[in-house]
């Protein structure tokens, strides 16, 4: 029998894998989970896209051109210029959700064995678009003391080495809800001038700051060329299954190197793209963007006044995003959430995502987990509650660690 | 300025590239354009496909299982089995496109630098996926004159070295239209059973067949776990926008591996899955099948007889698909084509794909053109008319290459 490649026998599967079944099992059984471990929202998708998906006039199901619908990307412009960015349409290629950007900006900024600076904890995807692109994630630690913000220049600027091509980051963060501040991109922007960098700024969660105002890196006069945007419109419209996304620059380059990519693929899914033309022609459409950030909103309040209750664990309110990384009081959050999931008494339990997945640094993370508040109020409310007696009941038979 | 990675940079456009704003320009210039050049059948998706899209009960777009929704597997299932081939849910994996299966077969097979026979002519963006994933494509020149057909076993024997992993091919193959008959799948699978290596079948063709019976790579016994086989949607259901295809394969080796390629990318898009199984599920499904494959097997016949017509031109009747290599007489059939585009004569015209960009060896299929049959009878008829004038007019003004 033929053997399978080594690259592809031996990519990780995301730890959170492991998990997935003793969820289901437990659910067999009966259980209700909560589930505060995915970035999939509960929150209705828009009418306004689902009735453009609906009604759009297609006889022919075609493919789109491989940058994307043109009015579909007038619809990405129209979307920027209400942030202020003004952009042509051969800066902008549509791409089959956020992921697909990610790997494309991977693809053009890098050869095989090039580095990406990229502050930790992140996004464990970019472990496995990484891997496809051959490029090697060189992490930077941020620490939950500092809400996770950027530490001084001297820190980065240790990681750079010959190799190095871009630096990546998501902004607002996932997993850590930071959103950077003005002095922190300008950081940034330095050091990509300094040392011929790419900035790959990963801006899925725009819409949702509740602190501060976000900056794009779009937005940055001085860093023209360096800069790379990647977007989704999964996470604003509640549309992830829809696979549309997108690459930005306005380095010229960039974009002929994003679109030779972007050939052999073909194609993003057509009726997606009609479904934004629709929601972005639709007068109505900003509105329920800002309806959607005010309902993540009050659910982050209502998670850290709950969160607030249970004693031991430690966070910072997050600025952005719909994620929180929570400190907690066990030496092993894997073991715990295991735990949760297998043999905590009662009808309901909580999954969260274990620190670890999130950072490179082999160790850290061990104590964290992450929280995504996809829940409704009343779910969230009540997954605190379990999780703050589950955290009780464990500190009781929980394994200490050697200290 | 940062310099873009070479491996983008330098990732070639494919040839019709270079023509298309030609033909764009022609038709600013109030001309019409026969295509003749390209994959994207006219003919309405069918009624059934998108329903299932548009009346699909979502009220949060979300992601799918990143192996796909179970229905839209069971749908796939489903369809295998009227095929005669049963397979079990791991043995599928929904891709997003034809194209990303095969994207992760190779992947699958192979490792960077490893090595792949491919027959030629070929569907061009086989490059392109080989180069995603750094694997050497290997061709086997095949020939017009034998139908596009595998020649003897000792000269596909002589590509094989340590290196060589996977043979990759077409049934029915675009651009030839060849069928492979059962004692070539034999010759295929005993080549891969004595070297040890991957047979992928790019089968998404298999319902275009107007002579013989199509035999799947899966329904060939003695390969087992020797068979990928890649899947999609596009063509049968005249639906190409929607992005569904799939990977398949009873060796779960392969499709462990395939799994961890897919997650990356998080799913395919998940209205599309919807789309399907609302077709799979409606008892007329098979029947529009048929119709869909009855009207190209009207065009090819209408194709043949117009085109017997024209002086200088050889082909042989395509059993299969919907493409023809079709030789024509003259020295360089891309100048030809771009001469049609921009000198030609008269209201009409019509454009081709130049034969060259099918094949790897340099300087083959130089007087060869490929045809696809994706426009009604009646402009295919017209179309034929236009170019046998144009040939006719070329032949006083071209160029002759040096005797």
């Known amino acids: 029998m033929p053997n399978v490649s080594r690259r592809s026998a031996t990519a990780p599967m995301s730890p959170i894998r492991r998990l997935v079944p003793l969820a289901n099992e437990a659910k067999r059984k009966g259980k209700k989970v909560y589930h ?67 790997l494309f900006a991977l693809n053009v900024a890098c050869d095989p064995g090039d580095q990406v600076i990229v502050p930790e904890p992140f996004y464990p995807n970019y472990n496995g678009f990484s891997r496809l692109a051959e490029v090697e994630l060189v992490s930077l630690t941020t620490s939950r003391e ?9 820190e980065i600027e240790r990681l750079i080495t ?26 940034l922007a330095e050091l990509a001038l300094k040392h011929d960098l790419f900035l790959i700024a990963d801006e899925v969660y725009r819409e949702f700051v509740y602190v501060g105002v976000h900056r794009s890196v779009l937005s940055l006069p001085e860093l023209g060329n360096h800069a790379i945007m990647v977007d989704s419109i999964s996470k604003r ?29 073909l194609s ?92 490179k640094t082999p160790g850290l993370g061990r104590d964290e987990a992450r929280i995504a508040y996809v829940l409704n109020e009343h779910d969230l409310q009540r997954a605190c509650e379990v999780l703050k007696r589950g955290l009780e009941s464990y500190q009781e038979v929980a394994p200490k660690a050697p200290v």
């Open 36 to 102: 505060l471990n995915i970035g999939q929202p509960d929150i209705p998708t828009p009418k306004e896209f689902l009735d453009g998906v609906r009604s759009a006039p297609v006889e022919v199901l075609a493919y789109s051109p491989s940058q994307g619908l043109p009015e579909a990307i007038e619809a990405f412009l129209s979307y920027y210029r209400e942030w202020g960015i003004t952009l042509s349409p051969e800066e902008i290629l549509i791409t089959t959700g956020g992921s697909e950007a990610v």
């Open 146 to 154: 500092d809400g996770f913000h950027l530490p001084p220049q001297e």
């Open 162 to 187: 010959a190799r190095t091509r871009a630096i990546l980051f998501s902004n607002p963060g996932n997993p850590t809800g930071a959103v950077y501040r003005e002095e922190e991109l300008g950081l």
């Open 237 to 265: 419209l509640s549309a992830c299954g829809a696979r549309i996304g997108a690459i930005v620059s306005r380095n010229p380059k960039v974009m002929d190197a994003a679109r030779r990519c972007a050939m052999a693929r």
């Open 268 to 359: 993003p899914p057509t009726l997606e793209q009609l479904g934004l033309v629709a929601f972005m022609g639709h007068p109505r459409h900003r509105q329920v963007l800002q309806e959607m950030v005010e309902e993540y909103r009050r659910r982050r309040e209502v998670l850290a006044r709950e969160l607030a209750l249970i004693p031991g664990v430690s966070f910072q309110l997050p600025e952005g995003a719909f994620y929180m990384m929570l400190g907690l009081p066990v030496d092993d959050a894997e073991a715990f959430v295991r735990w949760m999931l297998t043999d905590f008494p009662g009808e309901e339990t909580v999954m969260l995502a274990p620190g670890e997945g999130f950072y």
